[in-house]
């Protein structure tokens, strides 16, 4: 299996930055894409990026040339560094990861990301 904890959220002014990481432990070996989501109150919860293990990165067209997501191997850590934040990108930041086989690791906590002046 495979556990995931995220971390980095925050209270930033519109035009700044954050970091957001997510740190896998367990048969990381298994993962084959990280995912970061994100939820606003009173909506759904929406894919946000992707990195596969081979280093492809989508993105929603929102965050598109602001988000970037990386990882750390040795570390097996992802983030998403979020750049030119937005009042509507204020949400609660997750990650998943999709494994071998298909299956995806729990839901976590999440991390908070309020945007506001």
């Known amino acids: 299996q495979v556990q995931t904890v995220e971390s980095g959220g925050g209270l930033v002014q519109p035009g700044g930055s954050l970091r957001l990481s997510c740190a896998a432990s367990g048969r990381t070996f298994t993962i084959i894409a990280t995912d970061w989501y994100r939820q606003a109150p009173g909506k759904e919860r929406e894919l946000v990026a992707r990195?596969?293990?081979?280093?492809?990165?989508t993105y929603i067209d929102s965050v598109k040339g602001r988000f970037t997501i990386s990882r750390d191997n040795a570390k097996n850590t992802v983030y998403l560094q979020m750049n030119s934040l937005k009042p509507e990108d204020t949400a609660i930041y997750y990650c998943q990861t999709i494994l071998q086989g298909g299956s995806n690791t729990p839901w976590g906590q999440g991390t908070q990301v309020t945007v506001s002046s």
């Open positions: 990195l596969t293990k081979d280093g492809v990165t």
